[in-house]
């Protein structure tokens, strides 16, 4: 069966990650997750597109980002992840084997309060996982300030689109999120459907054609909480 096109309209925000395949390391040491951020802020020059938000894991990432025209997200994520790949590939010297487990997912964001709750979500990742006491203590988040834990390097972030972060942003990351909210956005990777209100997200589906995103197929994956 064909591929079918992915549904990428210009204009909305989206929720876009990867994993590496088999939960494989993919970022083992500062140097790792540095090339990375680089090719992040490189990718920029291949698609218009505003980064809201980012996390990078030792096994995979998220990234909150909102193209400008309806071809920029796979223009930037393709050269992204392809990217990744072949240079990775060139500093480990490994000739096979896949390093991703499979393509990167996309899911739409509704702005406003689902928009700020995503925000919560990927940058509070380390602290789910218990790797730091402060989520901004991760060097590798949009969270972070500038200087890397080591001292030894100093990171340029991607330059962040504009959005209401004020000076509790940082207390609102480091809070848990409710329960209800947490499982209804851990449902939209898991089913791969857009997070939003109830009415927002069926006119999305209906307008894009993407009512195969909210059939059911069997019982989904459980997500781990560092993800």
């Known amino acids: 069966m064909p591929r079918t096109a992915r549904c990428a309209v210009g204009g909305l925000v989206y929720h876009v990650l990867n994993r590496g395949s088999g939960r494989l390391q993919v970022f083992r040491k500062p140097g790792d997750f540095l090339a990375f951020v680089d090719l992040m802020i490189e990718a920029k020059e291949h698609a218009q597109i505003e980064v809201f938000g980012y996390c990078v894991m030792s096994n995979h990432w998220h990234m909150v980002v909102r193209p400008r025209r309806d071809r920029d997200l796979a223009g930037y994520f393709s050269w992204l992840t392809n990217t990744h790949v072949k240079r990775y590939r060139a500093h480990y010297r490994r000739t096979s084997g ?68 004020d000076a509790k942003w940082h207390e609102a990351v480091n809070a848990p999120l409710e329960a209800a909210r947490l499982d209804l956005l851990r449902r939209s990777v898991v089913r791969g459907t857009p997070f939003g209100l109830p009415e927002w997200v069926g006119q999305l589906i209906a307008d894009a054609g993407m009512e195969s995103t909210v059939r059911s197929r069997g019982r989904p994956r459980q997500l781990t909480t560092d993800e």
């Not at 006491?133 to 972070?144: H, I, K, P």
Request: hydrophobic letters at 45%.
């Open 98 to 165: 896949h390093l991703y487990q499979g393509r990167y997912k996309s899911f739409a964001v509704e702005e406003d309060g689902y928009l700020l709750t995503l925000l919560r979500y990927v940058e509070a990742n380390p602290l789910r996982a218990k790797l730091v006491a402060r989520a901004e203590d991760w060097a590798w988040s949009s969270l972070s300030p500038q200087a890397v834990r080591d001292g030894l390097v100093e990171v340029v972030r991607p330059k962040l689109a504009p959005w209401p972060r």
